[in-house]
């Protein structure tokens, strides 16, 4: 009777185990469509404990966890890019800061290689780039206006015009003061000047001592015709 209990049950344990295998593939299936990979997988496993070894269940499983493992693998990427991306806006930030507008630019272009859709960058680029443009018309014109004094000044310093070859020398200095040109055109003005008022000295050491012996003569010829002079006075 118990044999005959069990062989009467088998049939309605195996349609039970086919529907609940249909209800889990088909609870599955829907489950995936919405995108809702972890529950799906547990789907499947109820499936697969109806119907052990099931290809389709197999083949599902195998589906979900590719997609899973592609987007662990996409979820690491962004989040890799995301901090590469804050990291480049930072230090390119700071740069931005510190006036280093060519660095800050380069930092600003890297950030567009990893995120190229991202609008903050590109403003900052366009920012730069007008303030670049700017900093080279000023530049231009330092150069021009520096070039211009120079060339009036070597002008002056040719005809020796010293006192003011050296003033619109150190005018162009105010312009560029690194520049090792006027200094040294300056130097050479110094020096020329310090010659020229040694040698003035030196004349008018010369023309004193010219006058002094001239002086003194006079005096000792005047006191050698002195006597005789007193003589014929008497």
């Known amino acids: 009777a118990l044999s005959i209990k069990k062989a009467e049950d088998y049939p309605k344990d195996q349609i039970r185990k086919i529907e609940l295998y249909q209800a889990q593939i088909k609870k599955a299936d829907k489950l995936i469509d919405s995108r809702d990979y972890q529950n799906a997988l547990t789907a499947l496993g109820e499936a697969e404990n109806a119907k052990p070894n099931d290809q389709v269940v197999k083949e599902k499983s195998a589906a979900i966890e590719k997609i899973l493992a592609e987007k662990k693998q996409q979820e690491e990427k962004a989040l890799a890019d995301q901090n590469a ?9 700071q740069l931005f800061a510190d006036k280093k507008y060519a660095e800050s630019l380069a ?19 366009r920012e730069i780039e007008t303030i670049l443009d700017q900093l080279a ?6 150069d021009k206006d520096f070039q211009t004094l120079v060339s009036l000044a070597d002008n002056l310093l040719g005809k020796k015009d010293y006192g003011n070859a050296k003033t619109t020398y150190q005018r162009a200095l105010e312009i560029k003061p690194v520049e090792t040109y006027p200094k040294s055109q300056i130097q050479k003005i110094d020096d020329t000047l310090a010659q020229l008022q040694k040698e003035e000295q030196e004349k ?7 006058a ?23």
């Open 85 to 93: 991306y804050n990291e480049s806006i930072r230090k390119a930030d």
């Open 107 to 125: 930092g600003y272009q890297q950030a567009l290689t990893i995120k190229g859709t991202e609008t903050y960058p590109k403003k900052q680029i």
């Open 137 to 142: 018309k000023e530049q231009a014109k330092k």
């Open 204 to 210: 008018l050491r010369l023309a004193k001592e010219k």
């Open 212 to 234: 002094d012996q001239e002086y003194n003569l006079a005096m000792a010829e005047a006191e050698r015709y002195l006597p005789d002079l007193l003589d014929k006075a008497e």
